[in-house]
Every structure is written in structure tokens, then in C-alpha cells.
């Protein structure tokens, strides 16, 4: 990344799409 300075952004990105993958699921199957 261009901007590295002292934290990386990939764990809070992946985590927030993993979170909304999952809660795509969820209504998907169980709505």
C-alpha cells in the first residue's frame, strides 16, 4: 500500500467483509 505508516488496514477490511458475507447468509437462508 502507498500508505503505510505504522498500521495495516487489511485485518479491519477483510474483517467487515467477512462480517457482511456473513450476514448476507444469514437473511439468505433464514429469511
Request: aromatic fraction near 20%; proline fraction near 6%.
Amino acid at each position: 500500500m502507498m500508505f503505510q505508516k505504522g498500521w495495516n488496514p487489511w485485518p479491519l477490511i477483510i474483517g467487515m467483509a467477512v462480517g457482511l458475507t456473513c450476514i448476507l447468509l444469514y437473511f439468505g437462508l433464514y429469511a
